[in-house]
């Protein structure tokens, strides 16, 4: 089964595609290939915002398209609330572009993800990083001369860890169950 983990923002959506195998009870998630998706606001002064926010969710929803194609089950770290008026009007555009996926999917906390990566819940982009990289290195990794780049690996990697805390779930565990009756 084709599986996506997703971490959306307005500016970055961090996607780990991989193929979920499984064996008797056990889970394996493997071949992952990452992607990383970037708007950024317009420079141009005579640019509306709201014309510019409408752009940048376009790309979002395109590209979303265009990558879980072929996917079977979404695991997203789920958009929590925001601190000002501007963050919320970007957590409502991500709403929006996660309502077109047209697959099943789970909700993770970015508690859970942080959990099911780093192995504690205030754990920093850095530590997500590394245990990414550590349990799937050998993966398309954004790499400028030679190294990482963390701004856009961040965001795979708790792609990568959304699929992570969404197996352990419960409601997975109950949409597996139907898919298996169906097959």
């Known amino acids: 089964m084709k599986i996506v983990g997703i ?14 195998n ?3 009870s056990k889970l394996l998630v493997t071949n992952p290939v990452l992607h ?22 376009t790309e979002q929803q395109r ?9 079977h089950f979404a695991f997203i ?3 929590v609330g925001s601190q000002s008026s501007r963050a919320m009007a970007s957590y409502g555009i991500v ?4 309502a077109s996926l047209k697959m099943p999917y789970v909700l993770v906390l970015p508690s859970e993800v942080k959990m099911a990566g780093a192995g504690h819940k205030t754990a920093s982009k850095e530590e997500m990083i590394a245990w990414a990289v550590k349990e799937i290195p050998d993966a398309n990794w954004p790499k400028l001369r030679g190294r990482i780049v963390s701004g856009k690996a961040e965001h795979i990697a708790d792609a990568y860890a ?3 805390a969404g197996i ?5 565990a109950s949409a597996l169950a139907i898919l298996k009756m169906v097959a």
Request: hydrophobic share 35%; aromatic share 4%; proline share 3%.
């Open 63 to 71: 590209a979303m398209g265009r990558i879980v194609e072929g996917c």
């Open 95 to 98: 709403i929006g572009v996660l």
């Open 22 to 24: 499984i064996d008797g």
């Open 36 to 57: 990383h998706v970037a708007t950024d606001k317009t420079k141009l002064k005579t640019q509306r915002v709201n014309s510019d926010d409408l752009r940048r969710a």
């Open 168 to 172: 352990k779930t419960q409601e997975f």
């Open 7 to 20: 971490d959306p923002s307005l500016k970055n959506f961090g996607y780990a595609v991989c193929d979920l």
């Open 162 to 164: 959304a699929i992570q």
């Open 77 to 79: 770290e789920a958009p």
